[in-house]
Structure formats: structure tokens, C-alpha cells
Nanobody, 122 residues
């Protein structure tokens, strides 16, 4: 079973940057589209970004577009999310996910990581 471990979260001031990593075990990492989701306190989990398995086609939510960058290194079995121009409303637990398809839908999540906390102070 493929496991994912997120890292890179922390406390940052508004306008700052962080890079989240998602390290996956297993031989099939490169075969799956991958995504980042986040969940703020008291809110539902929401989609942030998706990257395809092969040609690294990317898709972003409106809140992430032009500020966040999703990337993957299949040789290292690792996916990244570069967060820039962070805002207090970006405060959430960020989860990486393996997807059953190139999708924005939580219903297409194959498996979740444990999450990493991002806190943005004003």
C-alpha cells in the first residue's frame, strides 16, 4: 500500500512563502495523478491543485492560481506545493492525495496523506 508523508508546513507571516512536500512510498507513484487539498477549521476540505501523472499538466483552484505551484519529481517519488504571497485565509491543514483520475473531486481521491499544518499570521 502506498503511503504519503507531508512536510514543510509551519507558521509564516502574510506575504511569506512555504514549500510543502509529499513523499510517497511504493513503486506506482508515477502512475497516478496527484493533488493537494486543504481543510480550514470549521470548514469542509477543499481542492487546491492537481498534477497529472505523465506530462505534468496542472490545474489550480481560483484561490491558488498565480500564487501556488504544484510540481512532482517521479524519480524521487515526491510531489511539491510551493506557496507564495500567503494570506491568513490560506491557514489550513494541507493534504496530499493520490487520485484515481486527473480530477478536482474529493470523490476521486484514492488515498490521503496525514496532512501538514500551514498557519499564516496577519
Amino acid at each position: 500500500q502506498v503511503q504519503r508523508v507531508e512536510s514543510g508546513g509551519g507558521l509564516v507571516q502574510a506575504g511569506g512563502s512555504l514549500r510543502l512536500s509529499c513523499a510517497a512510498s511504493g513503486r506506482t507513484f508515477s502512475a497516478y495523478a496527484m493533488g493537494w487539498f486543504r481543510q480550514a477549521p470549521g470548514k469542509e476540505r477543499e481542492w487546491v491543485a492537481t498534477i497529472s501523472a505523465g506530462r505534468a499538466i496542472t490545474d489550480y483552484s481560483d484561490s491558488a492560481k498565480n500564487r501556488f505551484t504544484i510540481a512532482r519529481d517521479n524519480a524521487k517519488n515526491t510531489m511539491y506545493l510551493q506557496l507564495t504571497s500567503l494570506k491568513p485565509e490560506d491557514t489550513a491543514v494541507y493534504y496530499c492525495a493520490a487520485l484515481t483520475a486527473y480530477s478536482r473531486k474529493i470523490g476521486d481521491v484514492r488515498s490521503w496523506g496525514q496532512g501538514t499544518q500551514v498557519t499564516v499570521s496577519s
